[in-house]
């Protein structure tokens, strides 16, 4: 038998990414998929790169994202959204792979 190897897939920007997908309007702009400021949860959770590019990152609270990027565009946290987009990648990977570990809606575990 051949030898087994682990990949670890993390899909950088996942949030990000499925809200352009979602909405086209935002591709290329500096967006911040972000937590409820509301229920104390205001902090960055993604970033497209543009806004990665003028220094906003994960864990950051939405105040300093702002100073940080003037035109970011703060968009809600959609998590059905992102379990649903998940679900295709992992569709993807089933194709070639029984051996798959999910920790969250962008990272997984594949054994090939």
Not at 35 to 51: M, N
Request: hydrophobic share 35%; proline share 4%; aromatic share 10%.
């Amino acid at each position: 038998m051949g030898q087994r190897h682990i990949l670890h897939c993390d899909c950088n920007c996942f949030y990000a990414s499925v809200e352009m997908q979602e909405h086209p309007e935002l591709r290329g702009k500096s967006i911040a998929v972000c937590g409820d400021p509301e229920a104390r949860h205001g902090i960055v959770l993604t970033a497209s790169y543009p806004a990665k590019r003028m220094g906003v990152k994960t864990g950051m609270p939405i105040w300093e994202a702002k100073q940080h990027c003037r035109d970011l565009i703060i968009v809600p946290a959609s998590y059905g959204k992102y379990q649903k987009y998940s679900g295709y990648v992992r569709e993807v990977f089933n194709d070639y792979t029984c051996l798959l570990y999910t920790s969250d809606a962008a990272d997984d575990l594949i054994g090939v």
